[in-house]
């Protein structure tokens, strides 16, 4: 399901520019500039309408966040979000995730988020998921070591070929689960999260920590746009 073009789309957009990174290239390397007090900077890909960024934002006022999204009518529902609750610590990116390290110098990100992305079903899709080993590899070029990799999703398929993906790549993984609130609601959801969560649907969630590698795996730059493509842009 694609989502409604925003009404006034435009004029909603100019209203938050003082929160959008239109050229995040020129950031490279600098993106501590934004909110030099903070003592990390955390990105999420594919943020969605926001819920889960503003409300991480605002329970970590001393973090950095970006957050990346290329759905327009999605993206400006979560600046929005953020802009009504007065957040200064969070900044969003017009961009995709295959041209992570144009925008992120190695080592600049401590952690990364990503949640529910498309599961992309079948072997001849694999290489378009977020957590396939060239997505994962890519990561590893902007993360510092000792960094991780917060993995949420609702699709079982999705989330067991994810564990075995993880670790060729060089992320040692942790805080495994396959019912993430089942014993109560765990941490910030997402708008999708909370939909699927009261329809029963359990959620997954790993923790992938970037180790060293010697050598490190050789990186093969990922076509784009659609190699980032979300579900509708829901979250």
Known sequence: ???????????????????????????????????????????????????????TARQNPDVLYLALERVPDAMIVAMERCQAQGLTNIFFIDGDAAALRSYFAPGEVDLLYINFCDPWPGLKHARRRLTHPQFLVLYRGVLKTGGEIH????????????????????????????????????????????????????????????????????????????????RSGED
């Open 1 to 55: 399901m694609r989502m409604r073009k925003k009404a006034n789309l435009d004029t909603r957009m100019e209203r938050c520019a003082g929160l959008l990174i239109s050229d995040p290239e020129g950031m490279r390397g600098r993106w501590r500039e934004l909110f030099p007090q903070a003592r990390q900077v955390r990105l999420e890909i594919g943020c969605g309408k926001g819920r889960f960024s503003a409300e």
């Open 151 to 230: 993995f949420k999703s609702d699709n079982r398929d999705l989330f067991e070929w994810s564990l075995f993906q993880f670790p060729k790549a060089g992320f040692a993984l942790s805080e495994v689960t396959r019912d993430l609130h089942g014993a109560g609601c765990q941490g910030v959801m997402t708008d999708y999260e909370e939909k699927f969560h009261l329809q029963g649907v359990p959620i997954n969630r790993c923790v992938g920590r970037m180790e060293a590698m010697d050598p490190e795996p050789e990186f093969v730059p990922i076509p784009g746009p659609d190699a980032s493509r979300r």
